[in-house]
């Protein structure tokens, strides 16, 4: 006899659920339904959590985000830089980019969605990561304190955005990463001992 799954298990479950058929489907052709019988449970159980299908989207794919959060640390900060720059646009080129991808254009007929994703898109954990990589950096004597802000931090991140927005390309060149940490972000941060 299976007992009934109630709070965090249950969540997860429906998060998982949501997860792979944004994974597999992308958001266009997730919905409740298809989540619920994915998940074993009823529509009410999603609804309770999640008031529509743009919140259930925007959670799975943060359910994703942090399965995939990179964290390197090869003993130098621009070691690091490159590895996590690396791995976002692996990331980006991946299904779970794509599913990224399909929520934005998703946004682009629902301003909901849109809000959602500025709300909930797993930024701050990626911001985090990127702080927590110049606190190393400190603390190794690579880099001046004044340097961990977080528009420092994120200077990379948002530089690979624009690539992407700029070229429409799904993966940038490796070339590029290297400059963006080269002739950007390394002198950013080494320019921060004198603010």
Known sequence: MSTRRRGEELEQAILHAAAE??????YAEMTMDRVAARAGTNKNAIYRRWPHRAALGIAAYRHLSDAVMPNPDTGTLRGDALEMLRQANQTWSSPHGTVLRDLLAAAADDPTLLDLIRERSGADTMDRAW???LERAVAR???????????????PIMLLRAEYAMRGFPSVPDEVLVEIIDEVFLPLVRGRAHP
């Open 131 to 133: 702080l927590t990589m």
């Open 141 to 155: 004597g690579e880099a001046p304190p004044t340097a961990v802000h977080p528009r420092v931090a994120t200077t």
């Open 21 to 26: 058929e944004l994974r597999e489907s992308g």
